[in-house]
Antibody, heavy 119, light 110 residues
């Protein structure tokens, strides 16, 4: 069974750095794009960017370019989303999701990682 | 790129049909047959219900169907059931490996 397992909830202070993870199990990690999606409290889904773990090629939404870094370590079949300096406005649920091979749709989702940034 | 436009809410009684709209531009919805729809129950991760405008993943009931006309895509849920009450989000490919979501529609089953 294809599964994406995300790291646990985080509570951070403004200005701190953070790296959350998304580990796959059950499929060829290097053959599918992995995307990250933000959901602000009580709000809708926002596409942040995507990575192809096979060669670490990435594409960011213009809204998130320069704000976060998406990476992957194919040796441990894990994708990452990181911030160098968190802001209170980064408080949200973050989902990773696997994109289907031939079409830009996400068929498998992680359970989500809640990030809370508060002083 | 701007978010796709979805009505904030919709409702229907059990057994009825309800249709949600998702309006974009010629640079996203109108330009590609890559519209997807996701269902999200409170506290849960989204679930893919429709991809490529009208294709259903394995396991999704055929009560769910999609269509597109010009810059507007639609999701129809037929034979409404209580468990269909959820938020529904559309998304569209927007070129150059970009994706855009809609703001979501909250479906209430009366």
């Amino acid at each position: 069974e294809v599964q994406l397992v995300q790291s646990g909830a985080e509570v951070k202070k403004p200005g701190e750095s953070l790296k959350i993870s998304c580990k796959d199990s059950g499929y060829s990690f290097t053959s599918y794009w992995i995307g990250w999606v933000r959901q602000l409290p009580g709000k809708g889904l926002e596409w942040m960017g995507i990575i192809y773990p096979g060669d670490s090629k990435t594409k960011y939404s213009p809204s998130f370019q320069g704000q976060v870094t998406i990476s992957a370590d194919k040796s441990i079949t894990t994708a990452y989303l990181q911030w160098s300096s968190l802001k209170a406005s980064d408080t949200a649920m973050y989902y990773c999701a696997r994109r289907l091979t031939e079409t830009p749709a996400f068929d498998t989702w992680g359970q989500g990682t809640l990030v809370t940034v508060s002083s | 790129q701007s978010a796709l436009t979805q009505p904030p809410s919709a409702s229907g009684s059990p057994g009825q049909s309800v249709t949600f709209s998702c309006t974009g531009t010629s640079s996203d919805v109108g330009g590609y047959n890559y519209v997807s729809w996701y269902q999200q129950h409170p506290g849960r991760a989204p679930k893919l219900m429709i991809y490529e405008v009208n294709e259903r993943p394995s396991g999704v009931p055929d009560r769910f169907s999609g269509s597109k006309s010009g810059n507007t895509a639609s999701l129809t849920v037929s034979g409404l059931q209580a468990e269909d009450e959820a938020d529904y989000y559309c998304s569209s490919y927007a070129g150059s490996n970009n994706l855009v979501f809609g703001g979501g529609t909250k479906l209430t089953v009366l």
